[in-house]
């Protein structure tokens, strides 16, 4: 029997295995068809069907913002090294993660020169990071069939048309590897709508056991979740709340929605990255009815060409 794989994405393409033969096809990106690519994605991952000429949940607006709210200065702001300059001029120098090193590609880089702990990102993506706590048992053949797997791929076509990924230009960086007294690492996600922010995600045991606590800016526990449950443990209020909600707000301005993530590590505030899509607009809101609530409070801005 031949080994038969047909793996598809929409928008990147087709590949077909029989035995060690593979034939690939280019991925589809015309796009008149993204409308229609992208109603078979969402119905595919979420079972609902997607309304982009009247969406009303906070889902399908994220979906519409993919299509018709996309800029130059969203790409630059996709670009985890790119933004670092944006930053900078913004709110200052010294919200960055320090950074150890920037490369074209894996085999470019001198791991003598780095230190025991640190983190290895993919500007290009989401989720393309390697963290090292110990480099002596640092696995680099492992690192490099990843790194040179991501570098190849386009993460506008990777899930769900994000496409202010579309066109950024491949790109790993080293950071210094942060973590807080505990040893912990806390994530800051201030979700803001039309120039406000608006609420305060925190994520959790990312790579654990995963919690996200959704609270106003007072600070009070709200009453729905979103894919991830509630923590059971008690989150206090960070001293600076209000520092990162004031260098969120500056941030924001120029965005219908906008996700603004800080690490807070002990007392500091860190810039952790600008996140316009998040979970490619697929979150699972329990209750669901929150989905249609967020919605009502995002106001979708001019529609703009594809």
Same mark, same amino acid.
């Given at each position: 029997?031949?080994?038969?794989?047909?793996?598809?994405?929409?928008?990147?393409?087709?590949?077909?295995?029989?035995?060690?033969?593979?034939?690939? &096809?280019?991925?589809? @990106?015309?796009? #008149?068809? +993204?409308?229609?690519?992208? $109603?078979?994605? /969402?119905?595919?991952?979420? %079972?609902?069907?997607?309304?982009?000429?009247?969406?009303?949940?906070?889902?399908?607006?994220?979906?519409?913002?993919?299509?018709?709210?996309?800029?130059?200065?969203?790409?630059?702001?996709?670009?985890?090294?790119?933004?670092?300059?944006?930053?900078?001029?913004?709110?200052?120098?010294?919200?960055?993660?320090?950074?150890?090193?920037?490369?074209?590609?894996?085999?470019?880089?001198?791991?003598?020169?780095?230190?025991?702990?640190?983190?290895?990102?993919?500007?290009?993506?989401?989720?393309?990071?390697?963290?090292?706590?110990?480099?002596?048992? &640092?696995?680099?053949? @492992?690192?490099? #069939?990843? +790194?040179?797997?991501?570098? $190849?791929?386009? /993460?506008?076509?990777?899930? %769900?048309?994000?496409?202010?990924?579309?066109?950024?230009?491949?790109?790993?960086?080293?950071?210094?590897?942060?973590?807080?007294?505990?040893?912990?690492?806390?994530?800051?996600?201030?979700?803001?709508?039309?120039?406000?922010?608006?609420?305060?995600?925190?994520?959790?045991?990312?790579?654990?056991?995963?919690?996200?606590?959704?609270?106003?800016?007072?600070?009070?526990?709200?009453?729905?979740?979103?894919?991830?449950?509630?923590?059971?443990?008690?989150?206090?209020?960070?001293?600076?709340?209000?520092?990162?909600?004031?260098?969120?707000?500056?941030?924001?301005?120029?965005?219908?929605?906008?996700?603004?993530?800080?690490?807070?590590?002990?007392?500091?505030?860190?810039?952790?990255?600008?996140?316009?899509?998040?979970?490619?607009?697929?979150?699972?809101?329990?209750?669901?009815?929150?989905?249609?609530?967020?919605?009502?409070?995002?106001?979708?801005?001019?529609?703009?060409?594809?």
């Amino acid at each position: 029997m031949f080994d038969f794989i047909e793996k598809i994405k929409y928008g990147e393409g087709l590949r077909i295995k029989f035995g060690s033969f593979v034939l690939s &096809f280019g991925r589809n @990106k015309c796009e #008149k068809d +993204f409308p229609e690519i992208l $109603k078979k994605w /969402y119905k595919k991952r979420t %079972g609902k069907s997607l309304d982009l000429d009247k969406p009303k949940t906070f889902n399908e607006k994220i979906q519409w913002l993919k299509l018709y709210d996309n800029s130059p200065l969203k790409t630059k702001l996709a670009d985890k090294y790119l933004v670092r300059e944006w930053i900078k001029n913004q709110i200052g120098e010294e919200y960055l993660i320090p950074i150890l090193g920037v490369w074209n590609n894996f085999d470019e880089i001198d791991f003598d020169k780095l230190p025991d702990e640190f983190v290895l990102k993919a500007n290009h993506g989401s989720h393309w990071n390697i963290i090292v706590k110990d480099k002596s048992k &640092f696995n680099k053949d @492992k690192a490099k #069939k990843k +790194f040179d797997k991501w570098m $190849k791929r386009d /993460y506008a076509f990777k899930a %769900g048309l994000e496409l202010q990924y579309r066109g950024i230009e491949p790109k790993i960086t080293a950071e210094k590897y942060m973590a807080d007294s505990n040893g912990e690492l806390n994530d800051y996600k201030i979700i803001c709508f039309n120039g406000e922010p608006k609420f305060v995600w925190v994520d959790c045991g990312r790579y654990s056991e995963h919690t996200k606590n959704i609270y106003d800016l007072n600070w009070n526990l709200q009453p729905f979740t979103m894919t991830y449950p509630v923590s059971k443990n008690d989150i206090p209020k960070p001293k600076n709340l209000d520092k990162m909600i004031e260098l969120a707000k500056k941030l924001c301005q120029d965005f219908a929605f906008v996700r603004v993530d800080f690490y807070n590590v002990d007392g500091t505030i860190y810039f952790g990255e600008m996140t316009f899509t998040s979970m490619s607009g697929t979150d699972k809101f329990k209750p669901e009815k929150y989905d249609l609530e967020l919605g009502k409070m995002l106001k979708l801005p001019e529609k703009k060409g594809l």
